[in-house]
């Protein structure tokens, strides 16, 4: 299988626990290249990942390569893989602000940045079900119909994306986002991005990058 896939997830891993976006053992990477899914294993801290750990599964979740065992999580990364075919990217992380934010069962439902808005939209709160079970995966496959960051009650966060990357800066926006609401809130609250040019802003970023889902 590819080993530079493998190797770019072990790099967001990396990524991920260095900028304080996840803890060692939290979370899950995954990407879906040629009808398969290269899938953290379980078990291994994301900042000790080497490349020869990377999963290698199908959609029924069987190991094609690879020596552990899949994220017990996967069964969410399947079913977003099979509902949305934009999606090639999927992270599962637990950064501190955003997971606060799960916590308190608080989604971010108003447009108040611009960066934000574009590559979030709204960010719904998913109810508390238990970590891998059939009940979570669900929920998240409804969400990320209409989503392309979601809020798991105390639990985390998922972002998705066309790319790793593109998932890897959903995340980091989103903890971004997630400061600046409780600055915001801390001096009178956060003022929202008025409708009108609010659609301004979305056609713009549409004529700059080709169509994005919002």
């Known amino acids: 299988m590819k080993r530079k896939i493998k190797e770019e997830i072990v790099s967001v891993g990396k990524r991920l626990y260095e900028r304080r976006l996840n803890g060692g053992y939290g979370g899950n990477i995954s990407v879906l290249d040629e009808g398969v899914i290269y899938i953290t294993p379980s078990g291994v801290p994301k ?3 080497d490349y020869s750990e990377i999963i290698v599964m199908d ?3 069987n190991v094609i390569e690879g020596q552990g065992k899949p994220s017990s999580e996967m069964l969410f990364h399947i079913l977003l893989y099979k509902e949305r075919a934009d999606i090639k990217a999927i992270i599962h992380a637990h950064p501190p602000l955003a997971t606060g934010f799960a916590i308190a ?3 971010i439902t108003e447009a108040v940045h611009e960066e934000a808005a574009v590559l979030l939209g709204k960010v719904p709160v998913l109810p508390y079900e238990v970590t891998s079970s059939k009940e979570l995966a669900k929920n998240v496959s409804e969400a990320f ?3 392309n960051a979601v809020l798991l009650a105390n639990h985390g966060v998922i972002t998705v994306g066309e790319t790793l990357e593109k998932a890897f800066r959903r995340m980091e926006e989103l903890e971004n986002l997630c400061e600046m609401l ?3 809130d801390a001096l009178g609250g956060a003022k929202k991005i008025p409708l009108k040019k609010l659609l301004k802003l979305f056609e713009l970023m549409r004529v700059r990058e080709g169509k994005i889902k919002i």
Do not use: I
Request: charged share 35%.
């Open 47 to 49: 900042d000790e990942l």
């Open 59 to 61: 959609f029924k979740g």
């Open 105 to 107: 069962r608080h989604p």
């Open 145 to 147: 119909k209409n989503a």
């Open 182 to 184: 409780l600055v915001a």
